[in-house]
C-alpha cells in the first residue's frame, strides 16, 4: 500500500514525480528503499515492480540525491544472485528501453564478474533464454542489442559445453535477413571479449577458442559478404560489417592468402575512394584498414595480403586532398591514420630495403602530405611513427641509411616548426598547459630524438640563420627558438660560435619585442646553461637579463628556472653571485613566481651554497632559511602574515628543498655546518608538527622536510633522534599518518648500524605497528590503505637491511610477517613492490655469507621463521600471482620464491608442490584451467631453475593459465 501511495506505481507519469518530489512522502519512500535494501543483502528477493520504480527513479527523478540512491540500491541488487532472474524477467516484460537496458547490462555484468554462480545444468538454459531476449529486442535500441550480444559472447567463451558457437548462431539465424544486425554484433564482439580483462577464461580456454574461431574465421567472411551482396548500399550494415570485420583481424585468426582476394577488401578502398561517404561510414572503413595493416605486422608471412593494402592505401592520396579541399576535417584525420598504420607497418621493410618494393618511400611522402595540413592534431598522429623510425635508424647507426632518410627528417622538422607559431594576434606568453601547449611539448620531445639524423649543430645554425636572414613576423622568430631551445643540450657547447653568438644576440633583445618572444628566449638561455658555463663571460649578462624578466609578471617564472638551470649547471662560477641569489630568495613572494618556479630557484640557491667554503655554509644557510621559519613562526603565534602565505606547507616544502639540495662535501671528523641551523630550526618545525597533527597534507611535509633535514646531516642529528622518535610516536598513536612510518624508515637508515640507537629504534617500531595493524586488520584495511602498508613495509625492510638480527630476535616479527603474508596479494603498485622487497630481503639476510659475525644467527633465525610460515608464504604468493597481481608484479614475486629456494631448496619443492595441488583445475564454466601434466613441468622449471629470471619466466606462462 505504501508503494502504491508514494509512487503511484500505475500512475500517469507526471503523477509519479509530483508524488516524489512531496517531502514527506519522499522521505518514506527512501525509508522503504533503505529497508529493501537491507533486505536484498539479508537475502530477501525484491518485487519486479519494486526494481521497475528503482530504475525509474535513477533515470527520471530530477532530484540527483534520488538519482544516487537508486543507483546505490540497484548496485546491490546487481550484486545479488537474485539479479539473474530478474533480469530476465525483466527483458521478458520489455517495458521499456531503460528497465530493458538495465536488465541487458545486468545479465552481461553477472556473466562476466558472477558466473560461477550459476550451476553447469543452467548453463544451456540462460544460452537459450539470451538468444530469445535478443531476437525479440533487436528493434528496441542497438544499446540494448550491445548489451546482449556482450552477454551471450562471454557466455560462450565461459560455456565450454558449448561448442561451436560461430558456427551455431550463423546456422540459427543465416537464413533471416532481419536477425542479420544483431548476429553481425554478437560476431563483432565475440572476438573482442577473448582479450577481456573482466574474463579470466585462462590460456588454455583462450588457445581453444582462438582455434574455434580461426576454423570458422572464412565462415564469418563469407557471411559478411553475403551481408553486402544482400543489402546493396545500406549505410548501417555497411558499418556494422566494417567494425565485424575489424574485430576478427584484430583478432589475428582472418587467413591473409583468403582475405587477399576477398571482395571485402575491394569494397572498403571504395567507400574510402568515394567523396560521398558519410562520416560515420569513413571512420568505420577507415578503422577497418587500420585493423588489418596492424594484423599483418609480420609482412613476409601475410605477402599477398600486405601487397593488396599496400596498393590499396597508396590509391588513397586522391581522396585526401579532396578531403583538403572540403575542409573536412574527420576525414582527413581518418586518412593519417591509415597513412600512419601502413607506415608503422612497413617500417621494418622501408629500413632494410628503401625504395624498394614495399620499403618503397612513397609512404613518407604521404605522411609528410599530411604534415604539411594547417591543423596540427593532423600531424600529431603521425608522431609515434617517427619515434620508432628514429629509434631503429639509431641502433643500426648506418651512415648511408641516415643520409636516405635525412631530407624526410629536414622536411618534418621545417612543418614542425611551421605548426608550433602561435596565432599572429596572440596576446601575452605561450600557453603550456592547453591542448596546443601540449602539442609543442609533444614536438620538443619529438624533435630531441629525432634530431641526430640531421645533426643538431647543422641544424641549430640553420634555424639561427632563418632569423638573421630578413625580418620574419614575432610568431615565425618565437617558433624558432622554441626549436632551438629543444636542441640546444643536444649541441656540443665546446668552442661554438655558433651557440655563442645566439646567446649574445638573444640576451640583447629589446624589451619592445613581442613577450612570447621574450618569454621563449628566456627558456633558450636556460637551456643554454653548460654554454655559459664554458664561456663565464656571458654569465653576468645572462643574469642581467634573466633578472629583468624575473621583475616582470608574465615572465617572472620562466626567469626563474631559467635561472635555477644556471645554477644547477653553473654552481662554481655562481658562488660569487651568492649574495644577489640569497637577496632574490629573501624577496621571493616580491616576484609572481609559481610554487614550482619558487622551489627551483631556492633548490639552485642551495647548490650553489653548498659549494661555498664551509666556515660561510652555516650563516649563509641560516640566512637562506630565516624567511621559511619566520613565517612559521607567525603561523604559530597567529600573528598577521603580511600578505604572504597563510599555508604551513608552503614554507615546509621550501625549507624542504633547501635542505635536500644543501650537501657540502665534509670530510670525515668535521662537524656538518649545517647541523647547528638544523638544531636551531627543530623547534619550530616540533611546533608545526603538534599544532597541525590532525592535518595529513601538512604532517606529510613536516615529515618531508623532517627526512631531508636528517639526510642532510646524517649522523650529525642524533640529539634530534629521541625527542623527534617522542612526537613521531606520540602523534601516530592518535593520528597515524603514514608518512611517520616513512620518517622511521629514514631515521633506521641513517642510525640502525649504530649500537647505541638499535634498542630506541626497536621501540619506536613496535610503538608504531600496534596502531598500523589496528587500522590494516579492519574490513578491506589493506586496500583502504596502501600508503600504510607501503611505508611499514619500507620501515621494515630498512630494519632488515641495518639491523637484521634485532628484528629478527623481537616478538613484532611474527606479526610483521603475517602482514606482510596477507598484503603480498595487495593489488597496489608501490605497496606491493614494498611488501616483496621487505619478504625477499628478509630471506636473503639467512642466504647471503657477507663474512659478519652475526650470519650463523641471522641463518638460524630465518630458519625458524620459514619453518613457521614458509608453507603459508608459498601458498599465499602463488594463489596471488594467479588470481590477483597484475603481471608487471610478477619479477618481485619470482624474486621472493627464489630466496626461499635458495634458502632451502628441497623444502621449498615440497612447499610449492602442495600450493600448486590447491590451485582450482577447472572454471566455472567447466574449460579445463591447468592439466597435470602443465603442473608437474611448472613445478619442475621452478625447482630446477639456476637464474632468478628463470622462475620469472616461468611465472609468467603459468599465470596466464589463470587469466
Known amino acids: ?43 530477501g528477493k525484491p518485487s519486479l515492480a519494486l526494481v521497475y520504480q528503482a530504475v525509474q527513479a535513477l533515470y527520471h527523478d530530477p532530484d540527483p540525491a534520488g ?60 544460452r537459450d533464454s539470451l538468444l530469445t531476449h535478443i531476437q525479440n529486442l533487436k528493434d528496441l535500441s542497438p544499446i540494448i542489442v550491445t548489451q546482449l550480444a556482450l552477454a551471450i559472447a562471454d557466455l560462450a567463451l565461459q560455456m565450454a559445453s558449448w561448442k561451436g558457437c560461430v558456427h551455431t548462431l550463423i546456422e540459427k539465424y543465416n537464413n533471416d535477413i532481419s536477425s542479420m544486425p544483431f548476429l553481425v554484433e554478437i560476431l563483432t564482439v565475440l572476438p573482442e571479449e577473448v582479450h577481456s580483462r573482466s574474463l579470466r577464461i585462462g590460456a588454455n580456454r583462450r588457445t581453444e577458442i582462438i582455434e574455434d574461431l580461426a576454423y570458422y574465421s572464412s565462415t564469418v567472411v563469407t557471411l559478411l559478404t553475403s551481408c553486402v551482396e544482400k543489402t546493396g548500399n545500406d549505410e548501417k550494415m555497411l558499418i556494422k560489417v566494417f567494425r565485424c570485420l575489424g574485430s576478427w583481424f584484430n583478432l589475428g585468426v582472418l587467413d591473409s592468402n583468403f582475405m587477399a582476394s576477398n571482395q571485402l577488401l575491394m569494397v572498403l578502398f571504395q567507400v574510402l575512394q568515394r567523396d560521398e561517404t558519410s562520416t560515420n561510414l569513413h571512420e568505420a572503413a577507415s578503422d577497418c584498414v587500420c585493423s588489418a595493416l596492424y594484423a599483418i605486422e609480420n609482412v613476409d608471412t601475410n605477402m599477398a595480403l600486405a601487397l593488396q593494402l599496400f596498393q590499396g592505401v597508396l590509391t588513397l592520396e586522391t581522396a585526401y586532398h579532396m578531403a583538403v579541399a572540403r575542409e573536412d576535417l574527420d576525414k582527413v584525420l581518418n586518412y593519417c591514420r591509415i597513412f600512419t598504420e601502413l607506415c608503422e607497418t612497413f617500417l621494418e621493410t622501408t629500413v632494410r630495403s628503401p625504395g624498394q618494393g614495399m620499403g ?25 611513427f617517427w619515434y620508432r623510425l628514429g629509434e631503429h635508424l639509431y641502433k643500426i647507426n648506418d651512415a648511408a641509411l641516415h643520409t636516405i632518410f635525412r631530407p624526410y627528417i629536414q622536411r618534418l622538422l621545417h612543418c614542425l616548426a611551421r605548426h608550433c607559431q602561435l596565432d599572429p594576434d596572440h596576446e601575452g606568453i605561450p600557453e603550456d598547459t592547453d591542448d596546443f601547449g601540449e602539442f609543442r611539448m609533444r614536438v620538443s620531445d619529438l624533435v630531441k630524438d629525432v634530431i641526430f639524423l640531421v645533426g643538431s649543430m647543422e641544424c641549430f645554425s640553420q634555424l639561427y640563420s632563418t632569423l638573421k636572414e630578413g625580418n620574419p613576423p614575432w610568431e615565425v622568430t618565437e617558433a624558432v627558438l622554441f626549436i632551438m631551445a629543444a636542441i640546444a643540450k643536444s649541441v656540443d657547447p665546446e668552442n661554438n660560435p655558433t651557440l655563442s653568438e645566439v646567446l649574445q644576440q638573444v640576451v640583447l633583445l629589446p624589451e619592445s619585442v613581442h ?40 615572465l617572472a617564472s620562466a626567469a626563474a628556472k631559467a635561472i635555477h638551470n644556471i645554477c644547477s649547471v653553473c654552481r662554481d662560477h655562481m658562488a660569487q653571485h651568492f649574495q644577489g641569489l640569497l637577496d632574490i630568495a629573501r624577496s621571493l613572494d616580491s616576484f609572481a613566481l609559481s610554487t614550482e618556479a619558487a622551489v627551483g630557484l631556492l633548490k639552485g640557491t642551495a647548490l650553489v651554497l653548498a659549494r661555498l667554503p664551509l666556515e660561510k655554509i652555516a650563516e649563509c644557510l641560516s640566512d637562506l632559511c630565516a624567511v621559511q621559519v619566520l613565517a612559521l613562526k607567525k603561523l604559530l603565534a597567529e600573528e598577521s602574515t603580511n600578505g604572504k602565505s597563510a599555508d604551513p606547507t608552503v614554507w615546509l616544502d621550501r625549507l624542504a628543498v633547501i635542505f635536500r639540495h644543501t650537501n657540502p662535501i665534509v670530510e670525515n671528523g668535521q662537524t656538518h655546518p649545517c647541523q647547528k641551523v638544523i638544531q636551531e630550526i627543530w623547534p619550530v618545525l616540533s611546533d608545526t ?79 608504531l605497528c600496534m596502531p ?36 629478527l630476535s623481537s616478538s613484532i616479527i611474527v606479526h610483521i610477517i603475517q602482514c606482510a603474508i596477507a ?37 638460524q633465525l630465518i630458519g625458524q621463521a620459514m619453518e613457521q610460515h614458509g608453507q603459508q608464504l608459498v601458498t599465499q604468493l602463488m594463489h596471488s600471482c594467479c588470481f590477483c597481481l597484475p603481471p608487471y608484479t610478477l619479477p618481485d614475486v619470482a624474486e621472493v620464491l627464489w630466496e626461499v629456494m635458495v634458502f632451502d631448496r628441497p623444502t621449498f619443492c615440497r612447499w610449492l608442490e602442495n600450493a600448486l595441488k590447491g590451485l582450482p583445475k577447472e572454471t566455472s564454466g567447466g574449460a579445463v584451467t591447468v592439466t597435470h601434466k602443465q603442473l608437474t613441468d611448472f613445478h619442475k622449471q621452478v625447482t630446477s631453475a639456476e637464474e632468478c629470471k628463470q622462475v620469472c619466466w616461468a611465472i609468467r606462462e603459468f599465470t596466464r593459465l589463470f587469466r
Not at 519522499?26 to 529497508?35: A, E, P, Q, V
Not at 599530411?370 to 600529431?380: F, I, K, L, N, S
Open 1 to 43: 500500500v505504501l508503494i502504491k501511495s508514494v509512487i503511484c506505481y500505475g500512475g500517469r507519469r507526471s503523477d509519479r514525480l509530483r508524488a516524489l518530489s512531496d517531502p514527506p512522502r519522499w522521505f518514506i519512500f527512501c525509508l522503504i528503499l533503505s529497508l529493501l535494501l537491507t533486505r536484498v543483502m539479508e537475502g
Open 67 to 126: 538519482k544516487e540512491r537508486a543507483s546505490v540500491w540497484l548496485g546491490e541488487l546487481q550484486r545479488s544472485m537474485y539479479a539473474w532472474e530478474i533480469s530476465d524477467q525483466l527483458l521478458q516484460l520489455k517495458q521499456d528501453v531503460e528497465s530493458c537496458y538495465f536488465a541487458a547490462q545486468t545479465m552481461k555484468m553477472k556473466i562476466q564478474t558472477s558466473f560461477y554462480e550459476l550451476p553447469p545444468e543452467t548453463h544451456n538454459a540462460l
Open 360 to 384: 618503397d618511400l612513397r609512404t613518407l611522402e604521404l605522411l609528410l602530405i599530411c604534415a604539411g595540413h594547417p591543423q596540427y592534431e593532423v600531424v600529431e598522429i603521425s608522431f609515434n
Open 515 to 554: 613577450m612570447a618572444v621574450r618569454y621563449t628566449s628566456i627558456e633558450l638561455v636556460g637551456e643554454m646553461s653548460e654554454v655559459v658555463d664554458r664561456n663565464p663571460r656571458f654569465l653576468d649578462p645572462v643574469l642581467n637579463y634573466l633578472m629583468k624578466g624575473l621583475r616582470e609578471k608574465p
Open 689 to 767: 608538527l603538534n599544532t597541525h597533527q590532525a592535518d595529513n597534507r601538512i604532517v606529510e611535509r613536516c615529515c618531508r622536510c623532517l627526512r631531508f633535514a636528517v639526510r642532510c646531516v646524517g649522523k650529525g642529528s642524533a640529539s634530534l633522534l629521541q625527542p623527534l622518535v617522542t612526537q613521531m610516536v606520540s602523534v601516530y598513536q592518535v593520528y597515524p599518518h603514514s608518512c611517520f612510518l616513512y620518517l622511521g624508515s629514514i631515521l633506521v637508515d641513517e642510525y640502525g648500524m649504530e649500537e647505541g640507537c638499535r634498542q630506541g629504534l626497536l621501540d619506536m617500531l613496535q610503538a
Open 772 to 807: 598500523t595493524f589496528q587500522l590494516l586488520e579492519q574490513p578491506n584495511g589493506l586496500r583502504n590503505h596502501p600508503d600504510t602498508v607501503d611505508d611499514l613495509f619500507r620501515l621494515a625492510t630498512r630494519f632488515v637491511q641495518r639491523s637484521p638480527v634485532t628484528l
Open 823 to 859: 598484503a603480498t596479494s595487495l593489488d597496489h603498485r608501490d605497496a606491493n613492490c614494498s611488501v616483496m622487497k621487505f619478504v625477499r630481503d628478509l630471506i636473503h639476510t639467512g642466504v647471503a655469507n657477507d663474512h659478519e659475525e652475526d650470519f650463523e644467527v641471522r641463518k
